[in-house]
């Protein structure tokens, strides 16, 4: 059994930060792509951010040069930095993994998500 856990959301006024770290747990042999989603009321879930286990990156172009997504392999977590943050912004914010279990099969989790409010 895997489980995310993210944390760190919140009610920000725009151009503040905010910081969400995501921990990965469970019966997990590898971490591969570790991803940052969003999703806006009446809106579809989109990719924000990912970050691959050597550490290269991409990002939607709404956030690049804002939001910076880092990974420390060692405690299977995922962070994702947002700055200069704007109520475009406001979602809740999901990770996602894609990961060798101990089994040895391939697996994508999500977590629960975690609430970002930016009030103008």
């Known amino acids: 059994q895997v489980q995310l856990v993210e944390s760190g959301g919140g009610l920000v006024q725009a151009g503040g930060s905010l910081r969400l770290s995501c921990v990965a747990s469970g019966s997990i042999l590898s971490i591969n792509r570790m991803n940052w989603y969003r999703q806006a009321p009446g809106k579809q879930r989109g990719l924000v951010a990912a970050?691959?286990?050597?550490?290269?990156?991409n990002y939607a172009d709404s956030v690049k040069g804002r939001f910076t997504i880092s990974r420390d392999n060692a405690k299977n977590t995922v962070y994702l930095q947002m700055n200069s943050l704007k109520p475009e912004d406001t979602a809740v914010y999901y990770c996602?993994?894609?990961?060798?279990?101990?089994?040895?099969?391939?697996?994508?989790?999500w977590g629960q998500g975690t609430q970002v409010t930016v009030s103008s």
């Open positions: 996602n993994a894609d990961l060798y279990v101990n089994s040895g099969r391939r697996q994508n989790y």
């Open positions: 970050i691959t286990s050597g550490g290269s990156t």
